[in-house]
């Protein structure tokens, strides 16, 4: 009986058809799971780009409040500076002064406010 079913052509002409349809399906899930693996990776690449743009776009953002303080605190220890000497030559302006600088009239109403 095994020999009669091996012996006949039907069958194997149904089997390699069923081979035949098997494999096509076999490689068309392969293909199309190995598609969606690469649009999967083709988001994440998407991802990553709009990742690194947003970084570089915050490091520009940094650098240029970084530039911005370091010119304000240039700024500010020029000013510093620049009161500093002007307390020294008020200083030196105060030295060269009389001992008093209040003159008769500002005494006389400075009493009057007491």
């Known amino acids: 009986m095994i020999l009669s079913l091996l012996s006949d052509r039907r069958l194997w002409l149904a089997l ?3 081979l035949v349809v098997g494999g096509a ?5 392969l293909d199309q799971s190995r598609i969606a693996e690469i649009k999967a990776q083709e988001v994440q690449l998407d991802l990553r780009d709009s990742k690194i743009e947003n970084l570089t776009r915050s490091i520009k953002i940094n650098a ?5 303080a370091v010119i304000r605190a240039q700024d500010r220890e ?12 008020y200083e030196a302006q105060l030295g060269q002064a009389d ?4 003159t008769d009239d500002d005494v006389s109403r400075l009493q009057n406010i007491r």
Do not use: P
Request: proline share 0%.
């Open 16 to 18: 390699a058809f069923l």
């Open 25 to 29: 399906y076999g490689k068309g899930r």
């Open 64 to 68: 240029e409040a970084l530039e911005s």
């Open 78 to 89: 020029a000013e510093q500076s620049n009161l500093e000497q002007k307390v020294k030559d």
């Open 99 to 102: 001992a008093c600088i209040l």
